[in-house]
């Protein structure tokens, strides 16, 4: 055994640089076991000599000196930095250079602005150059040691706030949901699972909580209640101005503490952030929606909302049918009054007036198509309403927001008693 022990220390003695291996001997098998190493020395060996592309993200593909950065972090710590310099270095405390540790990030002037790289030991330090993925010395390469900002370190709070391990079994259901979009790809006005923006990674989460945003930032920022960031706690929802366009343009979803997650043009996929100075610039406020969840408890809203996504079809008035427009009411209504008339028209004179602002959950709003229909609408509260659509299917919408279904074309409110 004390043989086996000495050729394995003379194999170590004589490892190359930075070579990653951690070997431990297992008693109970009297077997030596290699253990993977997390190292940054480890992983800087996997993606030495990778392309460069700007804004690539895996060694097959190259990478830039921001998204390098970011993939070693996300790689050996699971942590989620910014690929933009800037950001990065809008995190940590700064080092000097004779306290200088593994892992820290080095910040250089380029000829276009700022770049990154992690430090290793012994000055050397890991960058993405034009020509690839490189080892570089702060006191061996002058061009380096003449372009050198400064170094900063990371705590392990931020760390801890920058992992989505942190939020895995989180209270709010919006962020757990969140959470469960990440790394998903960034798509403008993308409204499916595989591929969204920031708007619909809000909308999608708070379904989870039975509140139903709509599908665009600034409606979104209109519904909710507006609440000062020094009170905004986790579940809330950060909205920005000006990032892509004028007006509100960007949301995500508060974490606490300065952090958010969101789904990012810039970064290509859902992330978490830290609330620094880039992005206090574009800040605009923060709302929360806690009062506009549906009432599930009451038994027309807790059986209107299982109807959602169910589809339009000609004289359905069933879930296993689909719905027309006055099927959906005929059949939520009929529960609860078995009287409840089939047709749009005979609902409409069943029912009695409501002033507009007088409306209670349970009531109906009737609106009148481009050709003179009658289109019953269900009210689920805070100006929602329960309609059919040909394309969608069972929806919300709100009349603020709705070219369709919207307050010029209300014909009136009807209220109906309950068995």
Same mark, same amino acid.
């Given at each position: ?36 190493? @997390?190292?940054?020395?480890? @992983?800087? =060996? ?71 790289? &992690? ?9 993405? *150059? ?5 080892? #570089? ?23 801890? #706030? ?23 790809? +960034? ?24 509140? @139903?945003?709509? #599908?665009?930032?600034? =409606?979104?920022?209109? &519904? ?12 809330? &929802? ?45 800040? *605009?406020?923060? %709302?929360?929606?806690? @009062? ?25 008035? %069933? ?11 005929? +059949? ?55 309609? &059919? ?31």
């Amino acid at each position: 055994m004390r043989t086996i022990i000495a050729v394995f220390a003379l194999f170590l003695l004589f490892m190359p640089a930075y070579e990653a291996i951690n070997i431990v001997y297992d008693e109970t098998n009297d077997a030596f076991l290699s253990i993977e190493d @997390h190292s940054y020395h480890h @992983h800087a =060996q996997k993606v030495l000599d990778s392309p460069f592309k700007l804004n690539g993200t895996t060694p097959k593909e190259g990478f830039s000196s921001g998204t390098l950065v970011q993939y070693l972090f996300r790689e050996v710590e699971g942590v989620l930095l910014s690929r933009r310099v800037e950001l990065q270095r809008e995190l940590g405390e700064h080092v000097s250079t004779q306290e200088l540790q593994e892992g820290d990030l080095l910040f250089f002037k380029g000829e276009k602005g700022l770049f990154s790289a &992690v430090y290793l030991n012994n000055d050397e330090f890991i960058v993405a *150059t034009r020509h690839g993925v490189e080892l #570089r010395s702060l006191t061996r390469n002058n061009s380096y040691k003449k372009r050198f900002l400064e170094a900063r370190r990371l705590s392990e709070e931020e760390k801890k #706030r920058l992992s989505p391990s942190t939020y895995k079994n989180h209270d709010h259901p919006a962020i757990r949901e969140a959470l469960r979009m990440l790394h998903r790809p +960034y798509l403008l006005t993308g409204d499916t699972l595989a591929a969204f923006d920031c708007s619909f990674l809000v909308q999608h989460a708070f379904e989870e909580l039975n509140v @139903h945003l709509p #599908r665009i930032t600034y =409606q979104q920022w209109k &519904v909710g209640k507006e609440i000062p960031l020094d009170d905004a706690k986790p579940g809330d &929802v950060l909205y920005f101005s000006g990032t892509w366009q004028e007006g509100i343009s960007h949301t995500g979803i508060y974490l606490g503490d300065n952090y958010f997650i969101h789904a990012s043009a810039e970064e290509g996929e859902t992330t978490i952030s830290y609330l620094g100075d880039a992005w206090m610039k574009h800040f *605009t406020g923060v %709302k929360r929606f806690d @009062h506009i969840q549906l009432n599930v408890n009451d038994p027309i809203i807790g059986t209107a909302s299982t109807l959602l996504n169910l589809p339009y079809t000609k004289n359905g008035e %069933k879930p296993d049918q689909g719905f027309n427009y006055s099927g959906l009411t005929y +059949y939520i209504m009929k529960q609860h009054d078995r009287n409840f008339p089939r047709t749009a028209k005979k609902q409409w004179k069943y029912g009695a007036p409501v002033k507009l602002g007088e409306e209670q959950t349970g009531d109906i709003f009737f609106f009148e198509s481009d050709k003179g229909y009658i289109l019953p609408a269900l009210h689920l509260g805070d100006g929602q309403l329960l309609v &059919v659509r040909k394309d969608e299917g069972v929806s919300i919408v709100d009349p603020r927001f709705s070219y369709y279904w919207s307050y010029e074309r209300l014909k009136g409110i009807r209220t109906y008693e309950r068995d």
